[in-house]
Nanobody, 119 residues
Framework: QVQLEESGGGLVQPGGSLRLSCVVS????????MNWHRQAPGKERELVAA????????SYADSVRGRFTISRDDAKNTVYLQMNSLKPEDTAVYYCNAWILGTSRIDYWGQGTQVTVSS
């Protein structure tokens, strides 16, 4: 059974930093891509950052590019989201998402971790 568990959220002042972690278990190998999404109150869930199976390709939403960095450590089965220069509009629940592509795409989700940026 595949499970994803996020951690690292919390309250931070504007301009501060946080690092989110997502520990993945249940896959036979590391042949999965990973995304971080977020959902703010009253808004739709949005894709924030993505990293390929190999870790060689990453992509970011325009709103976070240059401030957030996604990375993965397959030895630890962990994906990270380093968030710098945080803004109040970054306040949201952040979710990690693993996906694989066979005959169809299969997605797995964590429960989410709250990030609040406020003075």
């Amino acid at each position: 059974q595949v499970q994803l568990e996020e951690s690292g959220g919390g309250l931070v002042q504007p301009g501060g930093s946080l690092r989110l972690s997502c520990v993945v278990s249940g896959f036979i190998d590391n042949n999965y891509a990973m995304n971080w999404h977020r959902q703010a109150p009253g808004k739709e869930r949005e894709l924030v950052a993505a990293i390929s199976k190999t870790g060689q390709a990453t992509s970011y939403a325009d709103s976070v590019r240059g401030r957030f960095t996604i990375s993965r450590d397959d030895a630890k089965n962990t994906v990270y989201l380093q968030m710098n220069s945080l803004k109040p509009e970054d306040t949201a629940v952040y979710y990690c998402n693993a996906w694989i592509l066979g005959t169809s795409r299969i997605d797995y989700w964590g429960q989410g971790t709250q990030v609040t940026v406020s003075s």
